[in-house]
C-alpha cells in the first residue's frame, strides 16, 4: 500500500471585512487613505461603483432602461450631473437605481476580496448602514465630526452654499443613528494629526 506524504494544506482564512463610512465632508476618504498608509487593503466602493456603470455593458442597458437614454452622454459616459437630478426628489427612482448599481458592485467586492491576503480589508462606502452592508461585516467603523465642520469642509471643498451642503446632510442618515449602529467611531474635529492617531489606534485593536 503506497503511503501518502502529503499533507492537505489548510485553507488560508478569509480576511475580516471591516465596513467604512462617514457622511459627507466627516473625512472618510482622508481615514482610508490613512489605513493604506499602514499596510491594509481598502475598496472604494463609490469610485468602483463609477467605473462599472461605465464598464458592464448590461448594467449601462438597464440603466438606459429605467432612467433614459440621457444617463450617458454621445460618448456613452455615465452623465452622473443629469442622474443626480433624476433621483435627487424620487426616492422611489433611487431605490431602483441602487438596486441595479450595488449587486455589480457586490459581485466586484467578492472578487476583489478573493485576491487579498492581509487579515483585515475594508470596505470603503457611503451607504454602509443605509443599504445595511454592515450586517455583511465584521465590524462598521465611521467617520463623523461636527455639523458646521463637515458644511464648512464641503463649502471650502466643492464651492458649494452652506443651504446646499445642508440639504445633502438632511437626505442622508442622520449621525446619531450612525454613531449607534457603528462598531468603531472616529471623530474628527480637529487636526490630521490626530485623525492619524485615532484610525491607527481603532485599525490595529481589531482583532
Not at 448594467?59 to 432612467?67: A, D, G, H, N, V
Not at 443613528?177 to 468603531?184: F, N
Amino acid at each position: 500500500m503506497e503511503e501518502l506524504n502529503s499533507e492537505t494544506k489548510k485553507a488560508e482564512p478569509e480576511p475580516k471585512i471591516i465596513g467604512l463610512t462617514g457622511g459627507i465632508g466627516s473625512g472618510k476618504t482622508t481615514v482610508a487613505r490613512f489605513i493604506e498608509e499602514f499596510g491594509f487593503p481598502v475598496y472604494y466602493s463609490d469610485d468602483r461603483a463609477k467605473t462599472i456603470v461605465n464598464d458592464n455593458e448590461d448594467l449601462k442597458r438597464t440603466i438606459k432602461e429605467l432612467l433614459g437614454e440621457k444617463s450617458y452622454d454621445e460618448k456613452g459616459i455615465y452623465d452622473r450631473k443629469f442622474v443626480a437630478e433624476k433621483v435627487f426628489n424620487d426616492n422611489d427612482l433611487l431605490q431602483e437605481l441602487n438596486n441595479i448599481i450595488h449587486p455589480a458592485v457586490r459581485i466586484d467586492f467578492e472578487e476583489w476580496v478573493s485576491k487579498q491576503t492581509k487579515y483585515l480589508v475594508f470596505k470603503e462606502t457611503a451607504l454602509l448602514f443605509e443599504l445595511k452592508l454592515n450586517k455583511q461585516c465584521y465590524k462598521s467603523l465611521l467617520v463623523t465630526a461636527e455639523d458646521n465642520i463637515r458644511i464648512k469642509r464641503v463649502m471650502d471643498r466643492d464651492g458649494k452654499t452652506y443651504r446646499e451642503v445642508e440639504t445633502i446632510m438632511e437626505r442622508q442618515m442622520p449621525e446619531k443613528d450612525k454613531i449607534k449602529l457603528a462598531s468603531c467611531i472616529i471623530y474628527n474635529n480637529t487636526n490630521l494629526e490626530d485623525l492619524k492617531l485615532q484610525t491607527e489606534r481603532i485599525v490595529f485593536e481589531i482583532e
